[in-house]
């Protein structure tokens, strides 16, 4: 279809008070997957509202290609939307209710079957096509909306607000691979809200993390793990999150405490500043080496896989995801190396630079 297009789009619900959305100027791509992803009330809701139309924003403009929509009511948008919980007609069966947005739009009687009966199996709803919709139980009655929602194939995006909320856990996994089939098949636009990590991660091209009202940071999934732009999106996203810890730039090096842990890169001037380093980066050594963090071992969680060690430096916590077996006893003292391409420095949240491994000396 074509590009949506938010020009300075902002919303308030109290009158320009406070903003539910700040303004922002953003596009969401053709026939791209998006996962839209923050905590709750951080306006996730509130932006799909304002492309579906069914929320006018307090300022700027929404443009589908070249056609400014801003004043244009949802009906006039053609865009698909699945909330959080079913959305059906119950008297009818299940193959009525996923053919009514065709019908609706004329399609031929024989591309409305045929379209229908592609989202049924790829939805595993073949053995229920013939039932009241009102006869399954709510986990099946909101894969028909779903069904719903991603059946015609010329809408401007299919909107999705925390789509598989009701939905059995061990059903989750496999309805999200079906959605991206799906997606590969129409190639729609689809933006995905959720609050949560994995369903982002696993479902989208692309994941627009937003924080209080702005997006803070989008890109891949890999992008986001391995290059976070932003303290809250390390946060976020990873299990467990990012570790962050107060430093300080000096003589164009990076100090954690009394460690000189590498040289800083970025136009810095000195000063406090925070390193951010994944589990993932964190490598322990017994013994002293350049650069290491001094840290006290706090704990080991075993997790099957992997071992979750938790120190403390400086009453701050650091953990480091480890080989299980490896040896780290609490209470002990170690020293925790920062993979030089796995860490970052931020400034009032924002990153600011990196850091590069100094002259001659060992990387983590
Ligand atoms: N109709 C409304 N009137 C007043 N304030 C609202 C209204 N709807 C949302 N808000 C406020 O706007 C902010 C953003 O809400 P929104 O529902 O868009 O967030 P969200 O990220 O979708 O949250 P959740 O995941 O909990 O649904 C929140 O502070 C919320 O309290």
Known sequence: ??????????????????????????????????????????????????????????????????????????????IAQVFQFPVLYEQMSVYDNLAFPLRNRGYPKAEVDRRVRTVSRLLGLDDHLQRRSRRLDPGRQQIVSLGRGLVRSEVAAVLLDEPLTVIDPALKWALRSKLKEIHRDTGHTLIYVTHDQTEALTFADEVVVLKDGAVVQSGTPAELFL?????FVGHFIGSPGMNVLPAEVVDGTVRVGEAVIGRAVG????????????????????????????????????????????????????????????????GAVEFFHFAADGAFLFRDEVRCGSIAPLEGGKGA
């Not at 840290?295 to 480091?320: Q, S, T």
């Open 1 to 78: 279809m074509a590009d949506i297009r938010l020009e300075g789009v902002g919303h308030s619900y109290d009158g320009g008070r406070t903003w539910a959305l700040k303004p922002m100027t953003w596009t969401w791509r053709d026939a791209r997957a998006y996962a839209l992803l923050g905590p709750s009330g951080c306006g996730k809701t509130t932006l799909l509202n304002i492309v579906s139309g069914l929320l006018s924003p307090t300022v700027g403009r929404i443009w589908f290609g070249d056609r400014d929509v801003t004043a244009v009511p949802t009906a006039g948008r053609n």
């Open 267 to 330: 136009e810095l001037p000195p000063g406090p500043v925070r390193v951010g380093v994944r589990p993932e980066f964190v490598r322990i050594s017994a013994a002293q080496e350049t650069p290491g963090v001094p840290a006290r071992v706090k704990g080991v969680d075993r997790m099957g896989a992997y071992h979750l060690v938790r120190a403390e430096v400086a009453g701050h916590d650091l953990v480091a995801k480890v080989d299980p077996g490896s040896p780290h006893a609490p």
């Open 227 to 231: 290059s976070p732009a932003h303290e």
